[in-house]
């Protein structure tokens, strides 16, 4: 759609410059003018609203599913700041990084897998 509109932009602007160029000619008539203003306008307006309506569709919501392989335990996650014990709500992705927020103390750091050795 975003294509289509452009190119129909285009084509109204081209031909609206000829318009407005071709009345300044020696057969030119003062209401070339007019319609090569109107056909610019309606080019710009095209030209606005088809970028517009593409940057709203182009929203998208990016859902992460980690596979883990092997069996894993779940065990407590605290605070390592105050030792608050933190659900799965306060962990959050930011710039691809697991994050945690502690609700009780505002502390926020990124977890970190620490060795199982």
């Known amino acids: 759609m975003k294509t289509i509109g452009n190119i129909a932009a285009a084509i109204l ?8 160029w071709g009345a300044f000619s ?3 008539s003062p209401g070339w003018i007019v319609i090569g203003a109107i056909s610019v306008g309606i080019g710009f307006v095209i030209i606005w609203f088809a970028n517009r309506k593409a940057a709203e569709a182009g929203q998208q919501e990016v ?3 980690i596979d883990i392989s092997g069996d894993v335990e779940l065990s407590k996650l ?3 700041q105050c030792g608050g014990a933190l659900s799965p709500e306060h962990v959050h992705m930011v710039a691809g990084a697991p994050t945690v927020e502690c609700p009780y103390c505002g502390a926020t750091y990124q977890l970190t897998e620490k060795p199982k050795w």
């Open 78 to 80: 605290q605070c390592e």
């Open 63 to 65: 859902k992460l599913n």
């Open 13 to 20: 602007i081209f031909f609206g410059v000829l318009f407005i």
């Open 26 to 28: 020696e057969d030119g």
